[in-house]
């Protein structure tokens, strides 16, 4: 599997993204999806997480209520819808793909995606 990232971009505070993963090869369904991040100068950390149906979602506590994550596993993508963006949403947002549910850094995940750079202006 491999993973392509994109729709990262420059955002005022308050505005909203939507990040796209999209997968090549016939198992995508198969796997658990992610999204990661990491600013500048810190760790990558875990933002949320889907099972393989998308009929479970986790989310890490600071972007709960905020953020979606979504899939359409005809499309082989996985989407992150992100509202009400603030300056430390700022980060590269990486996807990754497991067939563990959910996603942690604790582990080494199965395929990584680049990341796409996503920007919040103050």
């Known amino acids: 599997v491999q993973l392509q990232a994109s729709g990262g971009g420059l955002v005022q505070t308050g505005g909203s993204l939507r990040l796209s993963c999209t997968a090549s090869?016939?198992?995508?369904?198969?796997?658990?999806m992610g999204w990661f991040r990491q600013a500048p100068g810190k760790e990558r950390e875990s933002v949320a997480s889907i099972t393989w149906s998308g009929g479970s979602t986790s989310y890490s506590d600071s972007v709960k209520g905020r953020f979606t994550i979504s899939r359409d596993n005809a499309k082989n993508t996985v989407y992150l819808q992100m509202n009400s963006l603030k300056p430390e949403d700022t980060a590269v947002y990486y996807c990754a793909a497991d067939l563990i549910y959910p996603l942690r850094l604790t582990r080494d995940m199965d395929y990584w995606g680049k990341g796409t750079l996503v920007t919040v202006s103050s």
């Open positions: 090869g016939r198992t995508f369904s198969s796997y658990a």
